[in-house]
T-cell receptor, first 112, second 117 residues
Framework: GNSVTQMEGPVTLSEEAFLTINCTYT??????LFWYVQYPGEGLQLLLK?????DKGSNKGFEATYRKETTSFHLEKGSVQVSDSAVYFC???????????FGTGTRLQVTL | GAGVSQSPSNKVTEKGKDVELRCDPI?????LYWYRQRLGQGLEFLIY????????KSGLPSDRFSAERTGESVSTLTIQRTQQEDSAVYLC???????????????FGQGTRLTVV
């Protein structure tokens, strides 16, 4: 079945540091890949997505590239801000399934 | 409303009692989902409604769990004879198309935190 593996958290960084949150997946067919973010006190919201191999999703300075050869979708940001502190979830759907499969989430804490 | 609304936001119940959780999806969204998030874990799929089709109940953990949806509007998730392992945040999401179709975005509510004591 489908599965998503994320790096363990929490991740603590200083403001302006470089961020990478690793995500690898197992899926049948050709999945679409997503990063969702949950800010404190708010609901989950879509951060970015990629629907085919080699696509790059980007939003708010975050990027992730769909790598079929390594079955990965790592999230990166060049310079994090305190306001990026949140829990980040990697997710996929294989297109034939009607639901997203989520990773366990990675908590990011950015300090001044 | 503008987003997915869930109620109550918090619920504390005694073991063995029944609870009912409510979800109001975004108007016009035909797909509705329930997920469960236990502390420190990922989101666990429970059930999916799509229009008038039979719901996908494959994620319901036991027959104590059930859900209904009236047309393309409100959904209720019912947990009978609650157990302590049912303690979790229950999240509802809705989307225009089935999640992931052509990269469709799912919109989530803020969840109901259920604590069984």
């Amino acid at each position: 079945g489908n599965s998503v593996t994320q790096m363990e958290g929490p991740v603590t960084l200083s403001e302006e540091a470089f961020l990478t949150i690793n995500c690898t997946y197992t899926a049948t067919g050709y999945p679409s890949l997503f990063w969702y973010v949950q800010y404190p006190g708010e609901g989950l919201q879509l951060l970015l997505k990629a629907t085919k191999a080699d696509d790059k999703g980007s939003n708010k300075g975050f990027e992730a590239t769909y790598r079929k050869e390594t079955t990965s979708f790592h999230l990166e940001k060049g310079s994090v801000q305190v306001s990026d502190s949140a829990v980040y979830f990697c997710a996929l759907t294989d297109g034939t399934a009607s639901k997203l499969t989520f990773g366990t989430g990675t908590r990011l804490q950015v300090t001044l | 409303g503008a987003g997915v609304s869930q109620s109550p936001s918090n619920k504390v119940t005694e073991k063995g009692k029944d609870v009912e959780l409510r979800c109001d999806p975004i108007s016009g969204h035909t797909a509705l989902y329930w997920y469960r998030q236990r502390l420190g874990q990922g989101l666990e799929f429970l059930i999916y409604f799509q229009g008038n089709s039979a719901p996908d109940k494959s994620g319901l953990p036991s027959d104590r769990f059930s859900a209904e949806r009236t047309g393309e509007s409100v959904s209720t998730l019912t947990i009978q004879r609650t157990q302590q392992e049912d303690s979790a945040v229950y999240l509802c999401a809705s989307s225009v198309y089935p999640q992931g179709s052509w990269g469709t975005e799912a919109f989530f509510g803020q969840g109901t935190r259920l604590t069984v004591v």
